[in-house]
């Protein structure tokens, strides 16, 4: 089955900055890469996503990128907010696995003001 | 409201009871995912349900843990005789469709046991 990994489990920023997270997955198959963001308390919620015919996507601050030969993917945001400190998620899935997500372990990000 | 509702938000249960977790879709959404989420851990597949169908249980344990999703009412994720282990955050998400479409979360059901 599917594997995820992400790093680092664990990432602080100084407002402004930039925070890079990096996902690698094991399936060849898998082909849509979702970010999630969890707030304490709260159901993961949806920041952005793409799909293995496309290499990068970007939504204002937020951006990912895809490395399908080398089987991981990015996620990327700029000009970091205090609103920004949450746990962040990547998933992958494919439709031959039924559309479930395998989830990476989780970042904490922590933007400091 | 239109999005997923889960409920209730959080359980306790003794040893040996038994836990009922819904979960009501967004608008027009007809599949439905349970993921359990363990303390500082991600999440991990339990089911993948359609009205009346159950498509994939390969995440769920054999064993006291059941899922159902009629064709009318939300869907129903059903522990049994509840031990210690089980205690977790149980979330569930909705999808318009089959193909990789979006899949949004609820807020979850915090399962306590005492």
């Known amino acids: 089955g599917e594997n995820v990994e992400q790093h680092p489990s664990t990432l602080s920023v100084q407002e402004g900055d930039s925070a890079v997270i990096k996902c690698t997955y094991s399936?060849?198959?898998?082909?849509?890469f979702p970010w999630y963001k969890q707030e304490l308390g709260k159901g993961p919620q949806l920041i952005i996503d793409?799909?293995?015919?496309?290499g990068e996507k970007k939504d204002q601050r937020i951006a990912v990128t895809l490395n399908k030969t080398a089987k991981h993917f990015s996620l990327h945001i700029t000009e970091t907010q205090p609103e920004d400190s949450a746990v962040y998620f990547c998933?992958?899935?494919?439709?031959?696995?039924?559309?479930?997500?395998?989830f990476g372990e989780g970042t904490q990000l922590t933007v400091n003001p | 409201n239109a999005g997923v509702m889960q409920n209730p938000r959080h359980l306790v249960r003794r040893r040996g009871q038994e836990a009922r977790l819904r979960c009501s879709p967004m608008?027009?959404?007809?599949?439905v995912y349970w993921y359990r989420q363990l303390p500082e851990e991600g999440l991990k597949f339990m089911v993948y349900?359609?009205?009346?169908?159950?498509?994939?249980e390969s995440g769920m344990p054999k064993e006291r843990f059941s899922a159902e999703f009629p064709k009318e009412g939300p869907s129903i994720l059903r522990i049994q005789q509840v031990v210690r282990g089980d205690s977790a955050a149980y979330f569930c998400?909705?999808?318009?469709?089959?193909?990789?479409?979006?899949?949004?979360f609820g807020d979850g059901t915090r399962l306590s046991i005492l």
């Open positions: 998933a992958a899935s494919s439709e031959t696995s039924g559309s479930r997500l395998t």
């Open positions: 399936d060849s198959a898998s082909n849509y």
């Open positions: 793409i799909r293995s015919n496309v």
């Open positions: 349900l359609q009205k009346e169908n159950i498509i994939d």
């Open positions: 998400a909705s999808s318009a469709g089959i193909g990789n479409q979006p899949q949004h």
């Open positions: 608008k027009g959404h007809s599949h």
